[in-house]
C-alpha cells in the first residue's frame, strides 16, 4: 500500500477552501493554501495554515508560491467569479495550474467543479450522465476536468459541486419578496459546505484517483417549497412563484457516498441551518 498523504494544499482559500483547510489542518495534514493578496495571510496565518501568494491570472510568479506545488495533494478550488467574463483565460491559466502542479511532484489533483456541466439535462443526473454545458462557466469547467483526468490519469479526481449553501451563505435571501418567479416545480439541488468538506476529506483519505464524483443533498424540494420555507425561517417576504416547469435537473449522487463512505449531515435542504438575521 502506498504511503497515506500528509501534505495538503489549497489553491483558493476562500469560503469553501478556508473552512476545507482548517478542518483538514484538524485532522493532522499538513496544509498549505493560497490567497491572491500578502494582505490575506494573516488569516491562513492565525489558523496554524502556512499561507502562500499565488494568483493564476498573474504573468508574475513569486517564488514564494513554490511551496503550493509540493504537496501530497493539491486542491484546485479557484471559481472563475467576477475575475474574468472570459472563458478562455480562465481555462487557459487553469491548464498552467495544472501543468506546474504535475510537474512538482503532486500526487494527488482534485479539482473542485460544478454540476453546471450538465447544463440544461433534464430528469435523475448520475455521474456517468453525458455533460451537456450550455453556459461559457459550465463549459470552461468541462474542458478543464477534461485536462485534470487527462494529465493525472488515476490520480486525477473531479468533484462536482451543486448550489453551495452554509453559514452566511443561503440563497433563501436571494429571492425573498420577489413575485412571478418562474420555475416553482422545478427540483433544488443544493449541498452544504459541511458535507462538501467530508466528501473532499475521503477522497483524500481513500486516495481515490482517475474518477469523476459529484454531490447534492439527497432530497430535493420544489424551489417554491423551499424558498418560500426559508423566505419565512428568515423572517423575510416570501416570494411567488409561478408554479411551472418540473422537468429539471435532479442530481443524485448515491454512488458517489457509497464510493465514498459518507452519510450527509444535511440529506435536506430543509435539515440546513438559517443564517441569523442580519447576516
Request: glycine share 10%; with cysteine; net charge negative.
Given at each position: ?7 495538503v494544499s489549497i489553491s483558493g482559500c476562500g469560503w469553501l477552501g478556508l473552512a476545507l483547510a482548517e478542518h483538514l489542518h484538524h485532522v493532522g495534514y499538513a496544509v498549505t493554501g493560497s490567497k491572491r493578496s500578502s494582505a490575506s495571510l494573516e488569516t491562513l496565518k492565525s489558523k496554524h495554515i502556512n499561507g ?228
Open positions: 500500500m502506498s504511503k497515506p498523504y500528509k501534505t502562500v501568494v499565488f494568483d493564476i491570472f498573474s504573468e508574475k510568479r513569486d517564488l514564494s508560491s513554490q511551496p503550493l506545488f509540493e504537496s501530497d495533494v493539491f486542491v484546485a478550488n479557484i471559481p472563475p467569479g467576477r475575475r474574468t467574463v472570459d472563458g478562455n483565460e480562465f481555462v487557459s491559466a487553469m491548464k498552467n495550474l495544472v501543468d506546474t502542479a504535475k510537474s512538482g511532484g503532486v500526487k494527488q489533483f482534485i479539482f473542485i467543479s460544478t454540476t453546471s456541466v450538465y447544463g440544461s439535462v433534464t430528469g435523475i443526473v448520475k455521474e456517468s450522465t453525458a455533460c451537456e454545458p450550455s453556459t461559457e462557466s459550465g463549459k470552461a469547467h468541462r474542458e478543464i476536468e477534461n485536462y485534470v483526468l487527462k494529465e493525472f490519469g488515476e490520480h486525477g479526481v473531479v468533484l462536482r459541486l451543486s448550489g453551495l449553501i452554509g453559514d452566511e451563505r443561503h440563497p433563501g435571501k436571494h429571492l425573498a419578496g420577489r413575485e412571478n418567479v418562474s420555475g416553482g416545480l422545478d427540483p433544488v439541488n443544493l449541498i452544504h459546505r459541511e458535507d462538501c468538506i467530508q466528501a473532499i476529506s475521503a477522497i483524500i483519505a481513500l486516495e481515490r484517483g482517475g474518477e469523476i464524483f459529484h454531490l447534492s443533498a439527497t432530497d430535493h424540494p420544489t424551489r417554491s417549497e423551499f424558498y418560500r420555507w426559508a423566505a419565512k425561517g428568515l423572517d423575510l417576504k416570501e416570494p411567488v412563484f409561478i408554479e411551472d416547469g418540473g422537468e429539471g435537473k435532479v442530481i443524485e449522487s448515491a454512488q458517489t457516498l457509497e464510493i465514498l463512505g459518507l452519510t450527509l449531515k444535511y440529506p435536506s435542504p430543509f435539515d440546513m441551518p438559517l443564517p441569523e438575521l442580519g447576516k
